[in-house]
C-alpha cells in the first residue's frame, strides 16, 4: 500500500500547494494570509508523512511478515499432508485393468504390427 501512497502523497506536496495558488491567482481571488498558511500545511503534513514511509515499510514487514510466513508454511505442510494421504488411499484402491480390443469386431483394430495377417 504504501509503494501507491507515497508517490500518490508526494505528488500531492509538490503540485496541490503550487495549483491551488495558481488557480486561485488565476481566477482572481485574494490570496490571503490563512491561504497561504493553508498552503503551508499541506506541504509541511505531506512532507512529515513521506519521511514516516521508512517507518511505515519497518513496520508493515515487523507486523505482517511473521504471521504470513507461519500461515504459508502452515498451508504448504498441510497441502503436502493432504498429497500424501491421497496418494496412501489411492494405493490401496487403485486395481488396473488391463484394456485389450475384441478380436472378433473388424471394425475395431490394434495400432499394433501383429503377425496374424
Known amino acids: 500500500m504504501m509503494q501507491v501512497f507515497i508517490p500518490l ?3 500531492t506536496v509538490g503540485y496541490l500547494p503550487n495549483n491551488l495558488y495558481t488557480w486561485y491567482d488565476g481566477n ?3 490570496i490571503t ?3 497561504l498558511q ?5 506541504a509541511y503534513v505531506g512532507i512529515f508523512l513521506i519521511s514516516l514511509n521508512p517507518l511505515c515499510d519497518a513496520l508493515m514487514i ?3 511478515m511473521p504471521p504470513y510466513r507461519k500461515a504459508s508454511s ?3 505442510i498441510d497441502i503436502l499432508k493432504k498429497a500424501i494421504s491421497i496418494l496412501e488411499n489411492k494405493k490401496t484402491t487403485t486395481t488396473f485393468v488391463a484394456i485389450q480390443p475384441p478380436n472378433n469386431n473388424p471394425r475395431i483394430r490394434s495400432n499394433a504390427i501383429s503377425s496374424e495377417n
Open 62 to 64: 515487523l507486523l505482517i
Open 9 to 11: 502523497l508526494n505528488t
Open 38 to 42: 493553508m498552503l503551508y500545511d499541506i
Open 33 to 35: 494570509p490563512s491561504f
Open 74 to 76: 502452515k498451508l504448504i
Open 28 to 30: 482572481g481571488w485574494e
